[in-house]
């Protein structure tokens, strides 16, 4: 099997790194920000919970605690195996390869929808989209979490790595599509200094990330997010 489906669009940080990428998943929102806004909106407890892009399935074991079933669907053929492994005890959880243009799902089958920076730039998602609106049930609620690069310390960085990246046009183009947007904020906490600078070399271009290593101290950024959300 090749490494991904066609149609998918490439992530190389954790396509590349996935080792690395693990220690970013443990260093986002330590506090569970993230978590507890999507829970006041929509809280996973009975629901069929889709996760879009899980990658190796760092979120699965959470979701599966509180969901009736939970179904990852990962486009890249290793990582979904990770995920399956990472999921293998738990009985309320299958991982399907798949791309987010072509969701494995039936219809009207999901109530709840999870894509973490996996729609980043807005404009071209449409198709995934369509998909997402096939396959939800009425009174279902899709959230997607992505990157507000208009503030905060990995904001700026963001915007360092893509200067023509325009916040307020993926904005525009998430309200179109009928999303509502809570900001929030979050951190990255990681335990080792070693960990950050792995972490900040698969995120960012060589040059960048020397930049960004020699000027941020600790093990601590501050990060900023847009949490989109629609209810169906």
Do not use: K
Request: glycine letters at 8%; proline letters at 7%; charged letters at 30%.
């Amino acid at each position: 099997m090749r490494a991904a489906l066609d149609g998918a669009v490439p992530s190389p940080n954790i396509w590349n790194s996935p080792q690395v990428y693990e220690l970013e998943n443990r260093a986002v929102d330590p506090d569970g920000v993230i978590r507890a806004a999507m829970d006041r909106i929509r809280p996973p407890s009975g629901a069929h919970v889709l996760d879009i892009g899980c990658g190796t399935g760092f979120h699965l074991p959470a979701f599966a605690a509180e969901a009736d079933r939970v179904t990852g669907v990962e486009p890249h053929g290793e990582l979904a195996a990770a995920a399956r492994a990472r999921a293998a005890g738990l009985g309320n959880v299958s991982v399907r390869t798949g791309v987010a243009q072509r969701l494995p799902l039936p219809d009207a089958s999901v109530d709840v929808a999870h894509a973490r920076w996996a729609y980043f730039f807005g404009r071209g998602c449409e198709p995934g989209l369509r998909e997402l609106s096939r396959v939800m049930r009425r009174g279902g609620v899709a959230f997607i979490i992505d990157n507000d690069a208009s503030r905060s310390t990995f904001g700026g960085w963001f915007r360092r790595f893509l200067p023509r990246y325009d916040p307020e046009d993926v904005r525009r183009f998430w309200a179109a599509q009928g999303f509502r947007r809570e900001p929030l904020d979050m951190r990255w906490r990681f335990e080792r200094r070693e960990d950050f600078e792995a972490v900040v070399r698969i995120e960012f271009p060589a040059r960048l990330a020397d930049e960004i290593i020699a000027e941020h101290p600790g093990l601590e950024v501050d990060y900023a997010v847009d949490l989109h959300w629609r209810e169906y």
